[in-house]
């Protein structure tokens, strides 16, 4: 099994529906985000969470949500899917300091029609 | 605030030629940084790190030098093949920004056989 796992690995959903992702780790870190890929824009941090019960912004947090359900889970939603909200959204996960670097799901390509 | 500047792509090489795609950054105290690869349909991976200055992270034959004089943290390749067709990340981490990665936009790497 993948360390980070994430699904659906693909979704199309319409204008205004709520969707959710979700990413489980089996690194045992406590250490959890959120990060949209666009072509061009590199990765850029949606939410994240350093414990179960710490749950932080990041710079694109507009119009998304997430949960924190244990450890291992962390999931993102959003409420009122948009058009410019189809990205490529990954998981990933990290020890305290980032020393050993991020682990990374494989990714959810999203796209919002 | 912090920040990782890096060239654009996309690089177009013939296998066999010698890569280098250049990552700046801008960081108050002392960032580690990493490269990352994505290749096609896949997620991020790391390819290699430097956490202190002068220090040589190499993975795969791909090596980059942490130099602070210039800021710098350049991915250099002597000899690239097929298979390095990627897009490649330059990120930091450092302790004023809770250890969360930034990341650069990407440079997508095209090795032509």
């Known amino acids: 099994d993948a360390d980070v796992t994430q699904t659906p690995r693909n979704r199309i959903t319409k204008t205004g529906k709520r969707i959710m992702l979700e990413c489980s780790q089996t690194?045992?870190?406590?250490?959890m985000y959120w990060y949209r890929q666009d072509p061009g824009l590199g990765l850029r941090l949606i939410y994240y969470s350093f414990d179960v019960k710490d749950i932080n912004k990041g710079e694109i947090s507009d119009g998304y949500s997430v949960s924190r359900q244990a450890q291992a889970k962390f999931s993102l939603s959003l409420e009122s899917a948009i058009p410019n909200q189809t990205a490529l959204y990954f998981c990933a996960t990290s020890d305290p300091d980032g020393h050993y670097g991020y682990t990374f799901g494989s990714g959810t390509r999203l796209t919002v029609v | 605030g912090n920040s990782v500047t890096q060239m654009e792509g996309p690089v177009t090489l013939s296998e066999e030629a010698f890569l280098t795609i250049n990552c700046t950054y801008t960081?108050?105290?002392?960032?580690?940084l990493f490269w990352y690869v994505q290749y096609p349909g896949e997620g991020l991976q790391l390819l290699l790190k430097a956490t202190k200055a002068d220090d040589k992270g190499s993975n795969k034959g791909f090596e980059a030098t942490y130099r602070k004089e210039t800021t710098s943290f350049h991915l250099e390749k002597g000899s690239v093949q097929v298979s390095d067709s990627a897009v490649y990340f330059c990120a930091l981490s450092a302790m004023d920004s809770s250890y969360k990665l930034i990341f650069g936009s990407g440079t997508r790497l095209l090795v032509r056989p």
């Open positions: 960081a108050t105290g002392y960032p580690s």
């Open positions: 690194k045992g870190h406590d250490r």
